[in-house]
T-cell receptor
């Protein structure tokens, strides 16, 4: 069974601060995705990283895939209240019949104005 | 482009009752997923369909859960009988195809409360 551990589980910060969320596993994934989920809605894809060591930037968000494709991080610079939400990492494993996503438990981020 | 539609949005039932959820994926998406998301946890895959065939149902509690996608479009997920621990948000997602790192598009979910 593939497991993804996210840390921290909860994070409450002030507007303008920086933060990093971590996603770790003992398993290798073919790709890793980060989603953000707001209350009453389904998760929305932010980014997919595929290559070990890959870094992707999305405005103030920076995503990194570990060299061994077992871990990933999400860094937010100058957080804003609009960044509040549940951040989920999900690892994809290619199996015989299709692609399965294994989700982490999520990091609940609250950015206070 | 219309997103993934789910209904109902909320459902409250008593234990041992039956309940059914409906999902209409994005038009043209061959792959459909049902996830269970318990409060404070990430989504857990219950079942994956490719068109109208089941690709993965290894985590579906088959003694009480069932799902179908008869015409390869809409899908229903049923719980019979429900237990207290089934209280969760049931998310439906779809993707263009099953293989590769395809983006999964999620519906808003159905929040189930079992009393």
């Amino acid at each position: 069974t593939q497991l993804l551990e996210q840390s921290p589980q909860f994070l409450s910060i002030q507007e303008g601060e920086n933060l990093t969320v971590y996603c770790n596993s003992s398993s290798v994934f073919s790709s890793l995705q980060w989603y953000r989920q707001e209350p009453g809605e389904g998760p929305v894809l932010l980014v997919t990283v595929v290559t070990g060591g890959e870094v992707k930037k999305l405005k103030r968000l920076t995503f990194q895939f570990g060299d061994a494709r077992k871990d990933s991080s999400l860094h937010i610079t100058a957080a804003q209240p609009g960044d509040t939400g549940l951040y989920l990492c999900a690892g994809a494993s290619e199996e015989t019949s299709g692609s399965r996503l294994t989700f982490g438990e999520g990091t609940q981020l609250t950015v206070n104005p | 482009e219309a997103g993934v539609a789910q209904s109902p949005r909320y459902k409250i039932i008593e234990k041992r009752q039956s309940v059914a959820f409906w999902c209409n994926p994005i038009s043209g998406h061959a792959t459909l997923y049902w996830y269970q998301q318990i409060l404070g946890q990430g989504p857990k895959l219950l079942i994956q369909f490719q068109n109208n065939g089941v690709v993965d149902d290894s985590q579906l509690p088959k003694d009480r859960f069932s799902a179908e996608r008869l015409k390869g479009v809409d899908s229903t997920l049923k719980i019979q009988p429900a237990k207290l621990e089934d209280s969760a948000v049931y998310l439906c997602a779809s993707s263009l195809r099953g293989r590769g790192y395809n983006e999964q598009f999620f519906g808003p979910g159905t929040r189930l409360t079992v009393l």
